[in-house]
């Protein structure tokens, strides 16, 4: 950039060949040094092998409402993904009895059961620990959950915020997944 810059001047002040080359050499010394804090450590850019193809992980979200009582849809479409985990926000009582076929095929569980829109559960295929914590901005509980896979551990967090109904549960939202993204890191 630099180069073509100063080309641009008028004749007595351009740079000469050599001085291109000089500016050349520069600029890609200032890159060595510049581009390793650009690009973070590991990634392929920085790296003379290629990436390992890695492990996937497939996860299902769903949101029954405490309210529903569609048990069999919810299997189904559980069943229809496949998902290596399943995080279901608003489970109750009723919820855990109508799901109960899902501890067959899922059978590493954390579950936080309440009759309010705030009850959650996370089931896995793989063995994981963890434990529900509860929010200390929105005072609702998530599950904070460990598990390997492809022998690196993945930290998984099922939070189910507050809805952004107003400015305050907007805000109370924003913090409440800030701290815990940032909390219990082990």
Same mark, same amino acid.
């Given at each position: ?26 600029? +890609? ?34 949101? +029954? ?18 998902? $290596? ?18 501890? #067959? $095929?899922?059978?590493? #569980? ?14 896995? #295929? ?38 952004? +109904? ?8 924003? $913090? ?8 219990? #890191?082990?």
């Amino acid at each position: 950039v630099c180069a073509v810059v100063l080309a641009g001047l008028p004749a007595p002040h351009r740079p000469t060949w050599w001085q291109h080359a000089l500016i050349v050499t520069f600029a +890609v010394a200032n890159l060595a040094v510049v581009l390793p804090a650009w690009v973070p450590p590991g990634h392929p850019a920085m790296s003379a092998t290629p990436p390992t193809p890695s492990a996937s992980l497939k996860l299902l979200s769903l949101n +029954v409402h405490y309210r529903n009582d569609q048990y069999a849809k919810v299997l189904a479409a559980i069943r229809a993904n496949n998902a $290596d985990l399943v995080l279901l926000m608003e489970v109750n009582a009723a919820w855990l009895t109508g799901l109960a076929e899902l501890d #067959r $095929d899922y059978p590493y #569980r954390i579950i936080a059961p309440q009759e309010d829109s705030f009850g959650i559960a996370l089931y896995s #295929r793989l063995p994981l620990r963890g434990s529900i914590e509860t929010s200390a901005t929105a005072g609702v509980p998530f599950i904070d959950a460990y598990l390997s896979i492809a022998e690196t551990n993945v930290r998984f967090l099922g939070i189910h915020t507050l809805p952004p +109904v107003n400015r305050e549960y907007a805000l109370s939202r924003d $913090d409440q997944t800030a701290r815990n993204c940032r909390a219990g #890191r082990r």
